[in-house]
């Protein structure tokens, strides 16, 4: 490690540029990719027919929820951070749009856990890749629970089409398996939030990692107030998200039965959280489950994706290009003894 880090800060103007050049690429790539699917121009298209300027309120006002959506996150990363190292709520959140930026970069969420810790000391930083995994795991936890109500509400209402899928010789509706995967991942992930310590002996199991996990095992400690405080944060943020979603159904949508499309944005949501991500088959998936969610309603597939693909925009795009603009001088994994105590 030392000789990977002393070869670092003798070419360090080199070795960052090549760096930075290498995520511009694939920042680069993965937005082309994005831009590039059809349903992303005929979004685009179909903003520029349906916006109007008495429309601006919802856009606007969906914006100004993404600041408290991240402010909300930043919030328990900031709570749950502070036993690795005392930062400021404001350097918390520069940290959370690190990994958002990152994000844009690496898959399966790989970005929060090598984005937030830089705003850490080096020395800080694996233990604040821990602290961040486990704050990801509230919204595991959170979203689902809250999802789950939104589904057994336009259930028993009424809302959700009941039709069903053929597998293995059984009739099971689609709501049946959200809900089927959505109490998998509720109980699975809220063992893991609950026992952190039973998760960290797991992993310790790897003789090369066991001193960075048990080092990590140190700072998941919380008192059962705390972690029911992160819950209802949690909670909290996927109303966030409902509602952004609902707001940009104005924009689309002339007319639509306003509390059944609100509880309905909310199944959707918990139908994308829950469903494994499937790579280059995510368009796909969530155009048949927006479909599903929404087909008692409108078979109107292109607004639909239309205000998919605008969310995406406000609530991960820009705080994502806003978070790399901010991290431009801070994307170096290894400081020379000069820097740190610049630092």
């Known amino acids: 490690m030392n000789t990977i880090r002393n070869f670092w800060n003798k070419h360090k103007k080199i070795n960052l540029f090549i760096l930075k050049l290498l995520l511009a690429f694939i920042l680069f790539y993965n937005l082309y990719s994005k831009f590039s699917e059809e349903g992303f121009y005929d979004t685009y298209l179909l903003f520029k027919q349906e916006f109007s300027p008495n429309k601006l309120y919802f856009l606007g006002f969906a914006i100004i929820l993404t600041f408290f959506n991240w402010g909300f996150e930043t919030l328990k990363y900031y709570l749950c951070v502070q036993r690795v190292e005392k930062i400021s709520y404001w350097k918390a959140y520069r940290g959370i749009l690190y990994g958002n930026a990152l994000n844009l970069i690496f898959p399966a969420s790989i970005g929060e856990l090598t984005g937030r810790p830089l705003v850490l000391k080096e020395e800080n930083r694996v233990n604040g890749s821990g602290v961040a995994y486990y ?167 292109v607004q639909l994706m239309a205000v998919n693909y605008l969310i995406w925009i406000i609530n991960l795009l820009i705080p994502s290009l806003f978070g790399f603009y901010l991290m431009r001088k801070t994307i170096n994994p290894f400081f020379a003894k000069k820097d740190i105590q610049e630092n």
């Open 135 to 301: 704050v990801s795991i509230v919204q595991k936890v959170a979203s689902p629970l809250v999802g789950l109500l939104f589904l057994l509400y336009a259930h028993y209402h009424g809302f959700l089409s009941t039709e069903k899928l053929s597998f293995m010789h059984l009739g099971l509706s689609i709501a049946g398996i959200i809900s089927m995967i959505s109490v998998i991942d509720v109980i699975f992930w809220l063992f893991m939030y609950l026992k952190p310590e039973i998760m960290i002996v797991w992993l310790a199991k790897v003789k090369s990692l066991r001193k960075i996990f048990e080092s990590i095992g140190e700072f998941l400690h919380y008192n059962l107030l705390t972690k029911l405080s992160l819950l209802g944060i949690g909670a909290f943020r996927f109303l966030i998200f409902v509602t952004q979603y609902w707001l940009l159904m104005f924009i689309f949508f002339s007319e639509f039965p306003y509390f059944e499309f609100y509880i309905l944005c909310g199944v959707y949501f918990l139908a994308q959280f829950v469903i494994p991500s499937m790579g280059a088959l995510d368009v796909g998936i969530r155009a048949n489950l927006v479909l599903f969610v929404f087909s008692l309603y409108t078979k109107n597939f």
